[in-house]
């Protein structure tokens, strides 16, 4: 088991930057592929970025290319989310995921309950 709690959100200015982070309990967080979705009101979740379990290749939507970096300490059990030049429409409930490689893509198991983002224009 996995549990994963997510902080670091809040109230921005476009233009603007934060930095959210995933805390993980157990020690098999440095298996696990790391991810991190975003849901906007009246919108489907979208996936936002991913980090594989050593840290070194790092995988963006197209939406936050250039923008949003994710990066990982697997010491702290950690997985962080830097934001910036953020725009209204990056308002969201972020959550970050674990998961493992299967058949050549990555199934998420374990989910945190998520972080508010709001970004006014």
């Known amino acids: 088991q996995v549990q994963l709690v997510e902080s670091g959100g809040g109230f921005v200015q476009a233009g603007g930057s934060l930095r959210l982070s995933c805390a993980a309990s157990g020690r098999t967080f440095s298996s696990y592929t790391m991810g991190w979705f975003r849901q906007a009101p009246g919108k489907e979740r979208e996936f936002v970025a991913r980090i594989s379990v050593s840290g070194l290749t790092p995988y963006y939507a197209d939406s936050v290319k250039g923008r949003f970096t994710i990066s990982r300490d697997n010491a702290k059990n950690t997985v962080y989310l830097q934001m910036s030049s953020l725009k209204p429409e990056d308002t969201a409930i972020y959550y970050c995921?674990?998961?493992?490689?299967?058949?050549?893509?990555?199934?998420?198991?374990?989910w945190g309950r998520g972080t508010q983002v709001t970004v006014s224009s």
């Open positions: 995921a674990a998961g493992r490689f299967s058949t050549g893509q990555v199934s998420y198991d374990y």
